[in-house]
């Protein structure tokens, strides 16, 4: 089976609700969730898809996921396709790798982001006026910066367009001091942790978002992804200077060739070259097998 069966619908699933890259297929009790090869930037979805993006975000997600389960719960439930079982079994070598069962949660509306460096939006906010997300930084500092110490930064969840960066006060009046303050803690601690790991093994993980939700006692769960090239900004340690946009391993990549093209960033997008999907689909296995310490096999 090929990544082009995914772009179907699967015989005997509900139809999936389908985002840039993930398909969730709501079965009652619990939800499967599927990563496709499918790749975005700039809010578009690109043609043509990175192969084995699916199975390497998939594979990097759940590693993190039990390397910080004491940290805080996660919505894994099942991670064999082999296990999967009902009407899922006549999909089990297309979901192989690409797919989990997921315990159902409500969604926090705000993606939370920790930034131990200056880069991306973050760069963008501070050459404007000085600040990232409501958070005063020194004069004088350079594109890929160190922080003196990681930020907070929650940003709007958006259905279509751009996430929208917001100070702290807006999430905390939204949910609440206590629950805001105590997501804040655990994405703090996460990128912490996560941050110390990578650099032993040659990364630095620039910036990530972490998504939550809400079980039915209410209490947090760390869902969707986990510190994957898709969601974090990874550079390799021996090439990061300070003052530009250093090498990754994330989809910098692809966003550097979009821009070089002159594309207005309103669809169609640009097709992506094989060049282009060979060397991103390269950096992220470079990556996963990095941080994990595991051969990918595809």
Not at 211 to 217: C, N, R, S, T
Not at 243 to 256: A, E, I, L, N
Not at 259 to 281: F, I, S
């Amino acid at each position: 089976m090929t990544e082009a069966l995914l772009e179907t619908l699967l015989p005997g699933l509900p139809p999936p609700r389908r985002g840039k890259v993930r398909d969730v297929y709501d079965l009652g009790d619990r939800v499967l969730l599927v990563a496709t090869d499918r790749i975005s930037a700039f809010d578009a979805v690109l043609s043509p898809g990175i192969p084995d993006k699916g199975r390497i975000l998939t594979g990097l997600s759940n590693f993190w996921f039990r390397k910080f389960a004491g940290v805080v719960p996660n919505h894994l439930m099942e991670t064999d396709a082999a296990r999967f079982g009902g009407a899922l079994e006549p999909h089990r070598e297309l979901l192989r790798g690409r797919a989990v069962l997921a315990r159902k949660c409500r969604v926090v509306p705000f993606e939370c982001v920790a930034r131990g460096y200056l880069a991306g939006s973050g760069w963008k906010d501070y050459k404007a006026a000085g600040l990232v997300c409501g958070n005063r930084l020194p004069a004088g500092l350079r594109e890929a910066d160190r922080l003196g110490e990681p930020l907070f930064t929650p940003a709007t969840k958006a259905e279509t367009g751009h996430d929208e960066n917001v100070p702290f006060a807006a999430m905390a009046s939204a949910l609440g001091e206590a629950l805001a303050g105590r997501l804040r803690d655990l994405t703090l601690a996460l990128y912490g942790g996560a941050a110390a790991y990578a650099e032993e093994r040659g990364i630095l993980l620039a910036d990530t978002k972490f998504e939550f939700g809400l079980d039915g006692e209410g209490a947090i769960v760390w869902i969707d992804e986990a510190l994957t090239p898709d969601s974090s900004r990874f550079w390799p340690k021996e090439t990061w200077r300070p003052g530009g946009s250093p090498p990754s391993y994330d989809k910098q990549f692809v966003r550097d060739f979009l821009e070089k093209t002159g594309w207005n960033k309103t669809p169609p997008a640009p097709v992506l070259p094989p060049d282009v999907v060979a060397g991103t689909r390269a950096r992220y296995v470079e990556a996963y097998e990095k941080l994990t310490g595991i051969r990918f096999g595809g």
